[in-house]
């Protein structure tokens, strides 16, 4: 008879649908290496695993897709199965597992189950198992030690079918179906929890938390917080001072919606399950050197004076759709002068003052279609008698989405852009820009030469350096800000075109801002390179 201790929790039905549980945090302590030469930190392993994931993701999801996996991607997961504080990654192609350790001081295979073959981990005996059925009724169990990288088989779990019997044996005896029952109770195995393989999944699963640090918004501005996390779990935000900066949740998303209220700085924390994340947001005074427009609701009459004159003139603006033939219109009407604009499906009508010294004001139209690409952006002006247009963004401009943000002192139309400077080593990325009027014979608006400023609270100028990059305190600097290294963090916070070369202004998790002259070849992990829908 076989002696086994104490049983745990119940083993889990031997089905091909293990349970999926999510991993405690890892540990932060360092351990010390055989050689006893340098101290490994779990951040060293994680910053390793997420450089060996990035430049490979390519080649894992290729590969779960030729093996044809039921999502064609290739799933990741960590955990410490070695009990020596640093954790092991797990890479599922749907049809066979990888598993990964860190020795040596690089990302080593400790092995590969063949295919139709899985691992698992056994946390009550610290084991790590790797197991297939071929029926409900025949499989195989083996548990393994992990010990510097090599695996070493403990026991061995089979059951058959002979002569139509279910038959068990442990380590090639036999055992009574008490005996297994019992064995599935002590050594109860739990899949690891896994996430698809991207950049985003890479991050949150292995370093997650806020996408910065510091996140800055003006007063009556709002921002989102964007959170690189790998879990259903809900999100629970709290502001330290609401007196400063209040939020809201997205969940749909997993972001928190920022709003500042007055100067000054606040903690947000994100609690999810036990786990806490931080970042500081600090609030400035709002830019009155900007004039953001002014919404008109539909359907509604409103009285403005737009030309000058002393009299209030009456606006009046309207949409319909024809969802079968994807046809949008909208009706725009001050007094009896009427236009009908061809826009997208969603339709906005602002009031703005292009020059604060002439006596016009303007209407704005501004409409997206899928996507949130633009379908117009166009300034009209009513003269007292006519009601013309006065400013466009051109369907040629460059860029595919633009929203204005508001009217400069100096007459410039600032608009949030897509990607006005492309390049495929940088991807899609959202900044600021200005345009203006050139000359007096066109309507277009220009974008004007100059450093576009990158909205860099959106996660997707997140940049991850795919070799040694050295950046420079300007444009035509010799001399180096500081030094990125391979898979390390960086954000692009503004891009400059000179001579038809394209600068990229970065900043580095310390918060040091530098110029990097962005090469013809690749620097950053293809999977930064964001891409809009």
Known sequence: MLNFKKPLSLFLAFTCSLSIGITNPLPT??????????TVTVSDVKQAYISYLLKNENKWNLAAANAGGKDST??????????????????????SDRLYTYLNGKVTLVSKTSKKQYYAFCSAKN???????????????????????????????????????????LNGSKISTKEYQSFQKNYAIKKLYTVPLDHTNVIGLLSPGF?????????????????????????????????????????????GIITGKKAGSTTISATVGNQTYQCVVTVTDADTSLVKPVGLAEDTKIKEDLDGDGMHELIYWKSSSNEKDEIYKLKLQVDDQKITIDCGMNREVY????????????????STGYNDVTECSVFYRYDGSHLTEYAKVPENA??????????????????????????????????????????????????????????????GNRYTPLVKLSVKTGINSTKTAFTLKPGSACFL??????????????????????????PSK????????YLWG
């Open 211 to 255: 996408s910065k640090n510091e996140f800055t918004v003006s007063v009556g501005e709002s921002i989102r917080l964007p959170m690189f996390l790998t879990t259903d779990s809900e999100i629970h935000f709290a502001s330290k001072k609401k007196s400063v900066a209040y939020f809201k949740s997205d969940a749909e998303r997993k972001e």
């Open 74 to 95: 290739a799933k990741i997961g960590i955990k410490d199965m070695d009990q020596d504080g640093l954790p092991e990654l797990l890479i599922s192609l749907g049809s």
């Open 127 to 169: 084991l790590v198992c790797r197991y297939y059925f071929s029926s409900d009724s025949v499989f195989n169990y083996t548990y393994y030690t992990l010990k510097n990288g090599k695996l070493t088989s403990k026991y061995k779990l089979n059951s058959s079918q002979i002569n139509g019997k279910t038959v068990y044996t």
């Open 351 to 366: 009031l703005v003052d292009i020059n604060p010294e002439d006596s016009y004001k303007e209407l704005y139209v501004e």
């Open 29 to 38: 302590q360092g351990v010390q290496t055989a050689s006893a030469a340098t």
């Open 398 to 459: 460059g860029f595919i989405r633009a929203t204005l943000a508001g009217i400069t002192k100096n007459q410039h139309f600032r608009y949030y852009i897509d990607t006005p400077y492309p390049s495929e080593y940088l991807g899609m990325y959202q900044c600021s820009a200005d345009l203006a009027l050139l000359g007096s014979e066109s309507s277009e608006l220009t974008l004007l030469n100059g450093t576009c400023l990158t909205d860099n609270n959106w996660r």
């Open 493 to 518: 916070q503004g891009v400059y075109q000179q001579n038809g070369s394209l600068y990229i202004k970065l900043e580095n998790s310390a918060g040091k801002t530098g110029w990097l002259a962005l």
């Open 522 to 529: 690749q620097i950053f992990y293809e999977s930064n390179y």
